[in-house]
C-alpha cells in the first residue's frame, strides 16, 4: 500500500468520524435507541484513566512479547502515525476516541443488549474496523480485546464518558510513544 501524507491522514480521520457520527445517529434514529448515559464526574475521568493504563500497559508488554503483533502494529501505525507532526496526535486521540466511543459503545452497546454478548459483539466489530490489509490480524486480534476493555468498562459503570477518555488518552499516549520511540530507534508499545 502506497504510504499517505499527513493530508490524507487528517482527511481520512475526518471524514471516517463524520461517517461514524452519522451512522450512530441514524442507528439512533431508526432503531430508537437510547444513547448510554453521559455523565461528566471525576469519578468517570479517572475510572477513564485507569482503564487507558492498562491498556497502554497491556499493550506495551504484547508489544514486545509478540512478534507478529510488534509487526502488525508498526505496519498500522506507520501508516497512521508517521506522517502526522505532533500537534496532529491531538486529532488522532480525539477524532476516533469520539466517533468510535459513540457507535460502538453509546449506541451498538444499548442497541444489542447492553450486556456481555453486546460487548463481544461490538468488540469483534470494532476489531475488524482496524483490518488495513491481509496481514493485520494481529492488530485486529488486539483491537478487539481493547474494544473489550472499553465496552465492559461502559457496560460496568453504566457511563460512556468512561470509554471515551480510556479511548481518548490511550490514542495520545500510544501514539507519542511510538513517535518517540521511533524517533530515537527504541523499541515502542
Do not use: C
Given at each position: 500500500?502506497?504510504?499517505?501524507?499527513?493530508?490524507?491522514?487528517?482527511?481520512?480521520?475526518?471524514?471516517t468520524?463524520?461517517?461514524?457520527l452519522?451512522?450512530?445517529?441514524?442507528?439512533?434514529?431508526?432503531?430508537?435507541?437510547?444513547?448510554?448515559?453521559?455523565?461528566?464526574?471525576?469519578?468517570?475521568?479517572?475510572?477513564?484513566?485507569?482503564?487507558?493504563?492498562g491498556?497502554?500497559?497491556?499493550?506495551?508488554?504484547?508489544?514486545?512479547?509478540?512478534?507478529?503483533?510488534?509487526?502488525?502494529?508498526?505496519?498500522?501505525?506507520?501508516?497512521?502515525?508517521?506522517?502526522?507532526?505532533?500537534?496532529?496526535?491531538?486529532?488522532?486521540?480525539l477524532?476516533?476516541?469520539?466517533?468510535?466511543?459513540?457507535?460502538?459503545?453509546?449506541?451498538?452497546?444499548?442497541?444489542?443488549?447492553?450486556?456481555?454478548?453486546?460487548?463481544?459483539?461490538?468488540?469483534?466489530?470494532?476489531?475488524?474496523?482496524?483490518?488495513?490489509?491481509?496481514?493485520?490480524?494481529?492488530?485486529v486480534?488486539?483491537?478487539?480485546?481493547?474494544?473489550?476493555?472499553?465496552?465492559?468498562?461502559?457496560?460496568?459503570?453504566?457511563?460512556?464518558?468512561?470509554?471515551?477518555?480510556?479511548?481518548?488518552?490511550?490514542?495520545?499516549?500510544?501514539?507519542?510513544?511510538w513517535?518517540?520511540?521511533?524517533?530515537?530507534?527504541?523499541?515502542?508499545?
Amino acid at each position: 500500500m502506497e504510504p499517505l501524507t499527513r493530508t490524507q491522514i487528517l482527511v481520512v480521520m475526518g471524514v471516517t468520524a463524520v461517517i461514524l457520527l452519522v451512522i450512530a445517529k441514524i442507528w439512533q434514529k431508526l432503531g430508537s435507541v437510547t444513547l448510554l448515559s453521559v455523565q461528566l464526574t471525576s469519578h468517570a475521568f479517572i475510572v477513564g484513566l485507569g482503564v487507558a493504563g492498562g491498556i497502554i500497559i497491556a499493550s506495551s508488554i504484547i508489544y514486545r512479547l509478540w512478534p507478529a503483533y510488534r509487526q502488525s502494529a508498526d505496519t498500522y501505525l506507520e501508516l497512521v502515525i508517521k506522517p502526522l507532526i505532533w500537534p496532529d496526535l491531538i486529532w488522532l486521540g480525539l477524532l476516533p476516541g469520539l466517533s468510535e466511543e459513540l457507535l460502538f459503545r453509546g449506541i451498538m452497546l444499548p442497541a444489542l443488549g447492553l450486556n456481555l454478548l453486546a460487548v463481544i459483539l461490538s468488540s469483534i466489530i470494532f476489531g475488524v474496523l482496524h483490518l488495513s490489509g491481509a496481514q493485520q490480524w494481529p492488530y485486529v486480534i488486539w483491537a478487539t480485546i481493547v474494544g473489550f476493555a472499553l465496552g465492559y468498562s461502559a457496560l460496568i459503570t453504566g457511563n460512556l464518558v468512561v470509554p471515551i477518555v480510556a479511548h481518548i488518552i490511550t490514542n495520545l499516549v500510544s501514539s507519542g510513544l511510538w513517535k518517540i520511540g521511533k524517533s530515537v530507534g527504541l523499541p515502542s508499545s
